[in-house]
């Protein structure tokens, strides 16, 4: 696909290199906060609804971009897509989150998990990465904005597989860890090997960067977040190819809750760290120097407050990070689905100034 990236200041700040703004996206960008997203939910009958047909996953996607001048936009899909499409069974109640029918929880359970096959489980989020592609792209050949991949780490895949579903505290999963270590690197090889090709696949369709999820690493004790999350999320970025159509494809890696773990996060291999709220940007930049560009790190709670308390809150950040190369804007976790819309339009806007000014001097 011979297409020229009109905007290429997300890839080039992944990458490090010197950009006239500071890009911004926000997780969770295309979702309930916007009505436009319900009414199109509402057609396709259901959140997985939306997220198998890849028409509704790439109207969906492109929403927040029609609304906001973001810098990127995301695959609309789900981390879940992958134990679904290991034959767990993925359900949402309403109102209630996410359910799978048949958990993993045996040792039989663990010996029957395999990598499901890419083509045949996940065809539709690859069929949607192409669609995104395209439908970010003009008659000319001039794509908009890069498009950005998604899975969810080893660990926090295995949350959800164990738990069937989402938990308070872990308990299921974390008895499984403690008691059974063996059981748990079964499943988190498993895991490390589907989200790799998972990624590759979605790379291979067109995906321009791509972004582990690790939602629950936080949820560890130090020392166990090494070993059964960050090991893995260590050998998704060995098994994850960087170079695709001649263009260098960054990885980021988002551990919530994972500030005091920054060091080791960098040095998994990936070309940036995402941060929760909880860390200071600034000093996190001196700790990883010039190893790995930064992601984040708005509290998603400053969008509820007043546009002017919105702005201040977004240049501090920028300031903070201060005029040197490597900083995508965020929020420190996805956007809440009662933000107000117009809300958001104040943030991207004065990310955007802001970073304009602090470059300026
Ligand atoms: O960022 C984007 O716009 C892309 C879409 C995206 C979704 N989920 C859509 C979604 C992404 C990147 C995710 C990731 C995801 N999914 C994570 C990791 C990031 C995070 O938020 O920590 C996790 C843990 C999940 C699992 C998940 N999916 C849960 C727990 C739920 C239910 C809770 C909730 O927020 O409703 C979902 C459903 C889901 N995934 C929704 C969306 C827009 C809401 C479903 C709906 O429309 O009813």
Same mark, same amino acid.
């Given at each position: 696909?011979?297409?020229?990236?009109?905007?290429?200041?997300?890839?080039?700040?992944?990458?490090?290199?010197?950009?006239?703004?500071?890009?911004?996206?926000?997780?969770?960008?295309?979702?309930?906060?916007?009505?436009?997203?319900?009414?199109?939910?509402?057609?396709?009958?259901?959140?997985?609804?939306?997220?198998?047909?890849?028409?509704?996953?790439?109207?969906?996607?492109?929403?927040?971009?029609?609304?906001?001048?973001?810098?990127?936009?995301?695959?609309?899909?789900?981390?879940?897509?992958?134990?679904?499409?290991?034959?767990?069974?993925?359900? #949402?109640?309403?109102?209630?989150?996410?359910?799978? !029918? @048949?958990? $993993?929880?045996? *040792?039989? &359970?663990? =010996? %029957?998990?395999?990598?499901?096959?890419?083509?045949?489980?996940?065809?539709?989020?690859?069929?949607?990465?192409?669609?995104?592609?395209?439908?970010?792209?003009?008659?000319?050949?001039?794509?908009?904005?890069?498009?950005?991949?998604?899975?969810?780490?080893?660990?926090?895949?295995?949350?959800?597989?164990?738990?069937?579903?989402?938990?308070?505290?872990?308990?299921?999963?974390?008895?499984?860890?403690?008691?059974?270590?063996?059981?748990?690197?079964?499943?988190?090889?498993?895991?490390?090997?589907?989200?790799?090709?998972?990624?590759?696949?979605?790379?291979?369709?067109?995906?321009?960067?791509?972004?582990?999820?690790?939602?629950?690493?936080?949820?560890?004790?130090?020392?166990?977040?090494?070993? #059964?999350?960050?090991?893995?999320?260590?050998?998704? !970025? @060995?098994? $994850?190819?960087? *170079?695709? &159509?001649? =263009? %260098?494809?960054?990885?980021?890696?988002?551990?919530?809750?994972?500030?005091?773990?920054?060091?080791?996060?960098?040095?998994?291999?990936?070309?940036?760290?995402?941060?929760?709220?909880?860390?200071?940007?600034?000093?996190?930049?001196?700790?990883?120097?010039?190893?790995?560009?930064?992601?984040?790190?708005?509290?998603?709670?400053?969008?509820?407050?007043?546009?002017?308390?919105?702005?201040?809150?977004?240049?501090?950040?920028?300031?903070?990070?201060?005029?040197?190369?490597?900083?995508?804007?965020?929020?420190?976790?996805?956007?809440?689905?009662?933000?107000?819309?117009?809300?958001?339009?104040?943030?991207?806007?004065?990310?955007?100034?802001?970073?304009?000014?602090?470059?300026?001097?």
């Amino acid at each position: 696909m011979a297409s020229t990236l009109l905007n290429d200041t997300f890839l080039r700040a992944l990458l490090r290199q010197p950009t006239d703004y500071t890009p911004i996206w926000l997780m969770r960008q295309a979702g309930r906060y916007l009505p436009e997203y319900n009414a199109t939910r509402e057609r396709a009958g259901s959140f997985l609804g939306l997220a198998k047909n890849p028409d509704y996953a790439t109207e969906v996607t492109l929403q927040p971009l029609a609304r906001y001048p973001l810098d990127a936009a995301i695959l609309f899909s789900d981390i879940l897509t992958i134990p679904d499409a290991m034959g767990l069974g993925l359900s #949402f109640e309403a109102g209630e989150g996410p359910r799978f !029918a @048949r958990p $993993v929880r045996s *040792e039989a &359970d663990v =010996a %029957r998990l395999e990598v499901p096959d890419i083509e045949a489980t996940l065809g539709y989020v690859v069929d949607a990465v192409r669609e995104i592609r395209r439908a970010l792209t003009d008659g000319q050949g001039r794509q908009r904005v890069p498009l950005i991949g998604f899975s969810g780490s080893p660990w926090t895949l295995a949350c959800y597989m164990v738990e069937g579903g989402g938990s308070a505290d872990f308990r299921t999963v974390k008895t499984m860890l403690y008691a059974r270590p063996d059981l748990m690197h079964r499943i988190l090889e498993v895991n490390a090997r589907a989200v790799s090709a998972y990624l590759n696949a979605q790379i291979e369709a067109g995906a321009q960067a791509a972004m582990i999820f690790d939602t629950w690493g936080g949820a560890l004790a130090d020392g166990v977040f090494q070993q #059964f999350s960050l090991r893995y999320i260590e050998a998704v !970025a @060995r098994g $994850v190819k960087r *170079e695709h &159509d001649g =263009a %260098r494809i960054p990885l980021i890696a988002f551990t919530k809750g994972g500030g005091q773990w920054l060091e080791a996060i960098a040095a998994t291999g990936v070309e940036a760290v995402g941060l929760d709220w909880t860390v200071d940007l600034g000093h996190a930049r001196e700790r990883v120097g010039s190893r790995v560009a930064l992601q984040g790190n708005l509290d998603p709670t400053v969008l509820f407050a007043p546009p002017a308390a919105i702005r201040r809150e977004a240049r501090t950040l920028v300031e903070r990070f201060g005029n040197h190369p490597g900083h995508v804007f965020n929020l420190g976790h996805g956007i809440s689905q009662f933000t107000p819309p117009d809300h958001v339009a104040e943030l991207v806007d004065e990310v955007h100034r802001a970073s304009r000014a602090v470059r300026a001097g």
